[in-house]
């Protein structure tokens, strides 16, 4: 697996990430749309030319980093890609991490990871960190 680092300026951007950007069942699991604004940096797991999951990392303020549009491929669940893709998010921070899910499984996860759950807001749960 691989993990590449794409904005909504990269040239591989749109042919890679389109499919998903569009797709209803991505944005039903996720739980809203999905937006390439221009401050994002697209965490992107893949395997040769096939898109395995994937993330954003967002700096909001100065050391206060959001993490999200999570998302794994089905037929690529359970063989840790979140959890590289979110180690990868990780990967020299320095700050508070903030990431909003309603997923069991990534809640799991953040938990294990040392994210403690936040408030919540309809069935939607912030976990915060620091880095």
Request: a positive charge; aromatic letters at 12%; hydrophobic letters at 35%.
């Given at each position: ?33 999905i ?79 040392g ?17």
């Open positions: 697996m691989k993990i590449e680092r794409l904005t909504n300026k990269d040239k591989k951007f749109y042919p890679t990430m389109g499919p998903f950007l569009a797709r209803r069942g991505v944005e039903k699991e996720i739980g809203y749309p937006y390439d604004d221009p401050d994002k940096v697209w965490l992107i797991a893949r395997e040769l030319s096939n898109v395995q999951g994937f993330c954003y990392l967002l700096e909001k303020k100065k050391g206060i980093y959001q993490v999200g549009s999570c998302y794994v491929v089905e037929e690529y669940r359970q063989m840790g890609i979140f959890k590289t893709l979110l180690d990868e998010a990780m990967r020299g921070l320095s700050g508070k991490v903030q990431l909003t899910t309603r997923n069991p499984v990534l809640s799991k996860v953040l938990v294990d990871k994210f403690s759950p936040g408030k919540s807001r309809g069935s939607f749960t912030e976990y915060i960190r620091e880095a």
